[in-house]
C-alpha cells in the first residue's frame, strides 16, 4: 500500500454535490483532495440541460445566498433564463435555465481548479477506511492510500450502477463510464443500510434531422434574470426550446412492446420517481391522454445534439427509434444517445444527522443522489451544506443546520434525516409548510448573513447585500410613515379602477391594495433611496404580504417550543410508558434531536409525542434529584 | 401534542350530572380572558383582586351582554396554582347550559379547549406533580373518549371521524389541484377550471359549516334536551312525566334549580337525555292563582329546546289554553292532548301544520310511545339530513368552523384574482384544521394525489 498526500476532507465524486461540498471546504481554508473517476466529466449535467424550476430555482438561490457556485456557474453556461409561474405568486415563481451542457462544467471545472486548497485528482475510490468508527480515509483501485480527516461521498448513480436499454443491461455510472462497485460494498461492511433506486434519461436527437416547423419555438425572458446575486448580467446569445406531443400512434407503438421494457418485465428493481415518470409508464398509467407533451431543448451553443425532455425510456432501442419518429417533427430524427434507465445504490437518509453526517461513522458525510434524492439543485445544495458542516467539524465551528422556515434546503434536508425517502426525493414548493416566506426573490435576505459568517460570502458581496437590506428597511419604514393627500392621491385611484380616499392616506395602505403596484407608488411619491431592480419587487410583496407573512411567522412561534426541546441522543425510547412498539422503532430509526422532528416521523401520534414530553420531564427530574 | 404556551379551559368538573360546577382557565392570559366576560355584582375588578380569593358576580355574554350566569370567580396567580400558571376558576350555578355557554364564551374570548388531562399535563411540565400523577394522565390522554359518553354518542363520533375524513379526502382533492397547478407549471396537467374549483370549494365550505351547525344538535347527547311541558293547572302535567319516566325508569337526578323554581327531571329516550322542567308540583301545591300558575309554567319555555304543550282534551280550550298556544307560536312545541281515556272535545285539527299532534293518555299510558317517538324526529329532523353525523365536541366545532372559515377566505381569494399561492395558503389551514380532529395530513398524501391523479413529468 502506498501512501500518497494527507488532507483534511477527501471527497469522493465530482458531480453537483462534490463540487459545492469540496469548494466549501477548501474555502474555509481546509487542505481537501476531489476524486473522480473521470476529470472529462466534472460538473456533468447526466439528465436535462437545465437548471433550476420550480422550487429548485429556489435552492439554487439559497446555495448561491450562502455562496455556494451553482447559481453563478450556471449564468456563465445559461443559454435560456425563463421565470416559471408568474401568474401564481411571488412565492412561487421560480427561475429556469437552459444550459450549454458543455459550457456548464468547463466553468466549474476552472472554479475548481483555480481554488487554493484544492487538489483534483482522477481515481476510483474502493473503500472508506474507518478504525473505531471513525474516518481515517479513503483506498483507490489502484491500493493508494488517502489519509483524511473527514470523508465526503457524492457518488450520483456511480454506485454498483446498472444501465438498462430493452433487455439489455450492463455495469455504468452514466452512460460509457465506469461505476462504483468497490465502495458501495465497503460502505455496506461499516452498516449502513441501504436501497435501490432507479432514473432514466430520454433519447437526444440530432437537430439537423429534426423538422422544427411542425413544432412550437419556446423562448426565455428578454432581458434574461440571472440566479446568482452577483452576477450582473446574461452574455450569452439565448436560444429557444421547442414543444412537440406524442400521439395515439407514439402510444401503440409503445403498448406493443411493453414486454421488451425493462421496467414492465421485472428487471428494474430499484424505484423510480413518480414525478418523472418515463414515457411507458405515463402511457400505461394515464391511458386516457391522448398525448403527452415533448420539449426539445438546445444542449450547447456549440452542438447540434437536442434533449427530448417529456421521453424518458428505457425501451429497446429499435423501439426507441420507431417512437420518436412517430412525433411529430420527428419523422426524420436520428438518436445520437439511446434513453436508458439506470438503477443504483443508495443509504438510506434516516441514517444521517442535519449535518449529513452519518451517525454510524464519525467524519462521514453523504451527499445528494446517495441520499436518495434526484436532481442537480439538491444535490448541490446537500453538497454544500455537507461541506460546511465537514469544515466546521473539524475547525471545532457550530454546525450549519438550516430550519424548515428558514430554508428550502432546510426542508430538503429535515425531510431526508427525518422522514427518509425510498423514491427519488425532489424538492417541490409544496413540501414547505412556511412557502409565503421561503420565496425566490428574498433568498439573501434569509441566508446572505449565515454565508457570510460561516466565512463563503467575501466582503464585497456582503456590502453589497448590506446596503440592499438597509434600502429595505429605510423605504419599508418610509412606505408606513409618509401619507398622501386625497387631491394627489385620487386621480391616480380613480385611473386604477379602485375605490378614492376622503382622507390622508399612507403609503403602505396603498401598496396594499390589489389594483396598487409598486410603480403607482413610485409615481405618486419617488422613493429617496436607491429602490430599483429586484429590491422594487422585494418592497412590493413585503407589504402585499405581511398579513399572510404574519399568520406563517405566528405558526414558527408556535413551533418553537417543539423546536427548542431538545432529545438527547440514544434515549431509552422503550422506556416510555404508553409507546407502541412500532413508534419506538420509529423513533430509534431516526433518533430525533428536537420535539418538534420527533412529531414530523410519519406514524408518531400527537399522544405519542406527549408521552415522550413527559418522559423527558422525568428524566431531568431523576437528574436533578440525584445531582442534588 | 400539547402547546404549553397558550391559555386552556375547560368543564373540570364531571358532565351530565349535577347543576353546579367549575370551568377552569389556566395559562397566561386568563386573567385577561376572565376580565372581558366577568362583571362583578361590586364593581371590582379581577386585576384588583388578591390571588387565591373569591368573587361573586355574573359572565357576560361578549355578544349582546346579556348575563349567561351567575358565578363566583377564583382568582390564582402563578405560581401557587394548580398547573403553576395562572388561572381562573368560575363556579357556575346555573347547570349545565349555562356552564356550557360560559365555556364557550372563555374559548371564544382566546382560550383554547384544553384536550384530557391537559392541565394534569401542565402541572408535571411546569414541576408542580409528582412521576405517579403524571404518568397517569397519559391514562387519560390515551383515553378516546370520555367514560360519561354513551354508546350511542360513540357510535356517531365514530361515524363522524368517518364523515370528516370524506370531507377532508375531498379537500385534499381541492387543494391537490391547486397544488398540481403551482408545482407543475409546464405540465399539461388537466387543471381543473377555477370555476369547477371554486365550486368544490364552496360546497365544501356549506357542508363543513352545516356540520358544525349539528353541533348544536350534538348538545343534546352531552347535555341533554331541555324540555318544558307547559299547560294550565290540572291538564295531567305531572301524570305525563310520571307516565314518560315510568316506561324508561331511568331517573338519573332530581335537582332543584339554584336560580329558578323549576324542577329538573332527567329521562333517556333511546339514548337521548331529556332534561324536562316541570313546572308542575311546586305551583300546583302552592295553590296560586290560575293565571299566576299559568304564567310560572310559561316560563320555562324560555330556555327549553322542546316545549310539550299539553292541553285536556276532554274539556274545551279555556282562555288560559289560548294563552299557551300563543305562548309557542314560533318554537319547536309539540301539542299533546291528554286524557284520551275520556269522551275527546277537542281533536286538534286546528294545531296541524302548526305543530304535530300527538294524542295521549297519561292515566293509561296510550300515546307514549308515539309521542316519545315525535319528540325524538322534532329535535333530530335537521340531523336526519346529515345522515346521522353529529358533532358533540366543542374541539371539533371550532376546528370545524375554522375551515370553513379559511375555505371562505380560500374561495373569496380565487374571486378576487388572488395568486393561486394565496388560495393554496387558506386551503392548507383548513385542511389543518380538519387534521386536528382526525390525525395530521402531510405533504406526502397531498403529492400522492397529485401523482395519481395527474400525469406529471416532463
Redesign the interface.
Known amino acids: 500500500m502506498y501512501k500518497d498526500s494527507e488532507f483534511d476532507v477527501i471527497v469522493i465524486g465530482a458531480g453537483h454535490a462534490g463540487c459545492e461540498a469540496a469548494l466549501a471546504t477548501a474555502r474555509l481554508g481546509l487542505q481537501t483532495c476531489l476524486f473522480a473517476i473521470n476529470l472529462d466529466t466534472i460538473a456533468q449535467m447526466s439528465c436535462n440541460p437545465a437548471i433550476g424550476g420550480?422550487?429548485k430555482g429556489h435552492l439554487v438561490r439559497e446555495i448561491d445566498a450562502l455562496g455556494g457556485e451553482m447559481a453563478r456557474v450556471a449564468d456563465r453556461a445559461g443559454i435560456q433564463f425563463r421565470i416559471?409561474?408568474r401568474?401564481?405568486?411571488?412565492?412561487?415563481w421560480s427561475l429556469r435555465a437552459q444550459a450549454d451542457r458543455l459550457l456548464y462544467k468547463l466553468a466549474m471545472r476552472e472554479v475548481l481548479e483555480e481554488q487554493e486548497n484544492l487538489v483534483i485528482k482522477q481515481a476510483l475510490v474502493d473503500e472508506v477506511v474507518v478504525k473505531d468508527s471513525k474516518v481515517q480515509g479513503v483506498m483507490t483501485s489502484l491500493g493508494v492510500f488517502y489519509r483524511a480527516r473527514a470523508v465526503i461521498v457524492t457518488t450520483g448513480t456511480f454506485l454498483r450502477g446498472l444501465i438498462h436499454i430493452g433487455l439489455e443491461s450492463f455495469p455504468a455510472g452514466r452512460a460509457g463510464e465506469f461505476p462504483a462497485v468497490n465502495l458501495s460494498d465497503s460502505l455496506k461492511r461499516l452498516g449502513l443500510k441501504m436501497g435501490r433506486l432507479k432514473t432514466g434519461t430520454p433519447p437526444r436527437i440530432d437537430s439537423k434531422t429534426i423538422d422544427f416547423s411542425r413544432t412550437a419555438e419556446q423562448w426565455g425572458d428578454d432581458p434574461p434574470q440571472p440566479f446568482s446575486y452577483s452576477t450582473e448580467s446574461i452574455t450569452n446569445p439565448q436560444l429557444p426550446c421547442y414543444i412537440t406531443y406524442t400521439n395515439e400512434r407514439t402510444h401503440r407503438i409503445i403498448l406493443d412492446n411493453l414486454d421488451r421494457s425493462p421496467l414492465y418485465s421485472g428487471r428494474i428493481k430499484g424505484i423510480g420517481?413518480?414525478?418523472?415518470?418515463s414515457i411507458e409508464d405515463?402511457v400505461v398509467?394515464?391511458s386516457e391522454?391522448p398525448r403527452?407533451?415533448v420539449?426539445l431543448e438546445p444542449e450547447g451553443l456549440q452542438t447540434k445534439e437536442f434533449y427530448a425532455?417529456?421521453i424518458?425510456t428505457s425501451l429497446p432501442y429499435d423501439v426507441q427509434v420507431r417512437l420518436v419518429r412517430s412525433i411529430p417533427g420527428l419523422e426524420e430524427a436520428e438518436i445520437m444517445r439511446p434513453g436508458y434507465a439506470i438503477e443504483y445504490d443508495f443509504v438510506y437518509p434516516t441514517q444521517l444527522r442535519h449535518t449529513l453526517e452519518t451517525k454510524l461513522v464519525e467524519g462521514l458525510f453523504l451527499a445528494g443522489q446517495i441520499n436518495g434524492t434526484s436532481g442537480y439543485e439538491e444535490a448541490a445544495a446537500q453538497g454544500l451544506v455537507a461541506g460546511v458542516n465537514a469544515a466546521m467539524k473539524l475547525l471545532g465551528r457550530e454546525p450549519l443546520i438550516l430550519r424548515r422556515h428558514e430554508a428550502y434546503i432546510g426542508v430538503l434536508i429535515d425531510d431526508l434525516v427525518t422522514?427518509g425517502t425510498t423514491e427519488p426525493y425532489r424538492m417541490?414548493?409544496?413540501?414547505a409548510?412556511y412557502?409565503?416566506l421561503l420565496r425566490h426573490d428574498n433568498a439573501d435576505m434569509r441566508l446572505r448573513e449565515r454565508g457570510y459568517r460561516i466565512g463563503l460570502v467575501s466582503e464585497e458581496q456582503y456590502r453589497a447585500f448590506r446596503k440592499k437590506k438597509e434600502t429595505l428597511e429605510l423605504e419599508l419604514r418610509r412606505l408606513e410613515k409618509e401619507t398622501v393627500a386625497p387631491e394627489k392621491v385620487n386621480p391616480v385611484l380613480e385611473s386604477s379602477n379602485t375605490t378614492t380616499v376622503k382622507e390622508h392616506i399612507s403609503l403602505v395602505q396603498l401598496l396594499r391594495r390589489?389594483e396598487i403596484s409598486y410603480d403607482v407608488i413610485k409615481s405618486i411619491s419617488p422613493s429617496p433611496y436607491a429602490v430599483e431592480g429586484e429590491l422594487e419587487k422585494l418592497v412590493e410583496i413585503e407589504v402585499k404580504y405581511s398579513g399572510?407573512i404574519r399568520?406563517q411567522i405566528d405558526l414558527i412561534e408556535?413551533m418553537k417550543?417543539?423546536e427548542n426541546t431538545r432529545i438527547p441522543e440514544n434515549f431509552p425510547y422503550e422506556r416510555i410508558?404508553?409507546l407502541s412498539r412500532e413508534v419506538v422503532s420509529k423513533l430509534r430509526e431516526v433518533n430525533p434531536v428536537t420535539?418538534a422532528q420527533a412529531?414530523r416521523i410519519?406514524g408518531v401520534?400527537?399522544?405519542a409525542?406527549?408521552?415522550l414530553?413527559?418522559a423527558l420531564?422525568?428524566k431531568k427530574?431523576l437528574e436533578r434529584e440525584y445531582t442534588v | 401534542?400539547?402547546?404549553?404556551?397558550d391559555t386552556i379551559a375547560a368543564i373540570s368538573t364531571p358532565v351530565g350530572e349535577g347543576g353546579i360546577g367549575i370551568v377552569r382557565i389556566s395559562g397566561k392570559q386568563s386573567l385577561e380572558i376572565a376580565e372581558r366576560l366577568f362583571r362583578s355584582a361590586k364593581g371590582r375588578r379581577l386585576s384588583e383582586v388578591r390571588s387565591h380569593q373569591m368573587i361573586y358576580g355574573y359572565i357576560i355574554d361578549p355578544e349582546g351582554g346579556a348575563p349567561i350566569d351567575e358565578v363566583l370567580v377564583s382568582v390564582m396567580r402563578a405560581p401557587a396554582t394548580y398547573t403553576k400558571e395562572d388561572m381562573v376558576e368560575i363556579n357556575c350555578h346555573g347547570g349545565l347550559l349555562p356552564m356550557r355557554r360560559v365555556l364557550e364564551a372563555v374559548i371564544r374570548m382566546g382560550a383554547r379547549m384544553a384536550g384530557p388531562g391537559e392541565f394534569t399535563?401542565r402541572a408535571?411540565?411546569n414541576?408542580r406533580i409528582d412521576?405517579s400523577q403524571?404518568?397517569a394522565?397519559?391514562d387519560l390522554?390515551?383515553a378516546k373518549t370520555e367514560s360519561s359518553e354513551r354508546l350511542a354518542l360513540e357510535q356517531l363520533s365514530g361515524r363522524l371521524s368517518e364523515k370528516i375524513n370524506h370531507l377532508r379526502e375531498r379537500l385534499m382533492q381541492v387543494c391537490a389541484h391547486v397544488?398540481a397547478?403551482?408545482?407543475?407549471?409546464?405540465?399539461?396537467i388537466e387543471t381543473a377550471e377555477a370555476e369547477e374549483i371554486l365550486e368544490n370549494m364552496k360546497s365544501l365550505s356549506r357542508e363543513l359549516r352545516e356540520l358544525a351547525g349539528t353541533y348544536e344538535e350534538g348538545r343534546f347527547f352531552r347535555e341533554g334536551l331541555a324540555v318544558a311541558i307547559v299547560g294550565r293547572p290540572n291538564v295531567g302535567k305531572s301524570s305525563l312525566l310520571n307516565a314518560l319516566m315510568e316506561q324508561d325508569r331511568a331517573i338519573v337526578t332530581e335537582l332543584p334549580g339554584t336560580t329558578r323554581d323549576v324542577l329538573e327531571e332527567y329521562i333517556s329516550i333511546e339514548g337521548i337525555p331529556l332534561r324536562i322542567m316541570d313546572t308542575a308540583g311546586i305551583r300546583e301545591a302552592h295553590d296560586l292563582a290560575e293565571a299566576e300558575g299559568v304564567r310560572r309554567s310559561l316560563r320555562a319555555i324560555e330556555g327549553a329546546d322542546l316545549v310539550l304543550a299539553l292541553f285536556d282534551a276532554s274539556t274545551e280550550l279555556t282562555e288560559e289554553d289560548i294563552l299557551v298556544i300563543e305562548k309557542i307560536t314560533n318554537r319547536r312545541a309539540i301539542v299533546v292532548l291528554n286524557k284520551a281515556d275520556l269522551p275527546m272535545k277537542i281533536d286538534g285539527e286546528g294545531f296541524k301544520g302548526n305543530f304535530p299532534v300527538v294524542v295521549i293518555s297519561a292515566k293509561n299510558g296510550e300515546g307514549i310511545r308515539e309521542l316519545k317517538e315525535t319528540i325524538l324526529s322534532m329535535v333530530f329532523k335537521g340531523s336526519i339530513s346529515h345522515e346521522g353525523f353529529i358533532v358533540t365536541n366543542l374541539r371539533h366545532k371550532l376546528a370545524l368552523e375554522k375551515a370553513y372559515t379559511c375555505l371562505e377566505r380560500a374561495s373569496t381569494a380565487l374571486q378576487?384574482?388572488?395568486?393561486?399561492?394565496?388560495v393554496?395558503?387558506e386551503l392548507?389551514?383548513a385542511l389543518d384544521s380538519l387534521g386536528e380532529i382526525v390525525?395530521?395530513v402531510?405533504?406526502?398524501d397531498?403529492?400522492e394525489m397529485?401523482?395519481s391523479q395527474f400525469?406529471?413529468?416532463?
Open positions: 420550480l422550487a416559471l409561474n401568474s401564481k405568486g411571488p412565492a412561487v420517481p413518480r414525478y418523472c415518470p405515463k398509467r394515464f391522454r403527452h407533451q420539449f425532455n417529456g424518458s422522514k417541490f414548493t409544496s413540501r409548510e412557502r409565503l390589489p399572510y399568520r408556535k417550543r417543539f410508558a404508553g420535539i412529531s410519519p401520534t400527537p399522544a409525542i406527549t408521552a414530553m413527559i420531564k422525568k427530574y | 401534542m400539547y402547546n404549553l404556551d399535563f408535571f411540565m414541576g412521576l403524571a404518568e394522565t397519559l390522554i390515551r397544488e397547478s403551482l408545482d407543475f407549471p409546464e405540465e399539461e378576487e384574482f388572488s395568486p393561486y399561492e394565496i393554496a395558503f392548507r389551514d390525525g395530521a402531510t405533504t406526502e397531498i403529492l397529485i401523482f400525469c406529471i413529468g416532463k
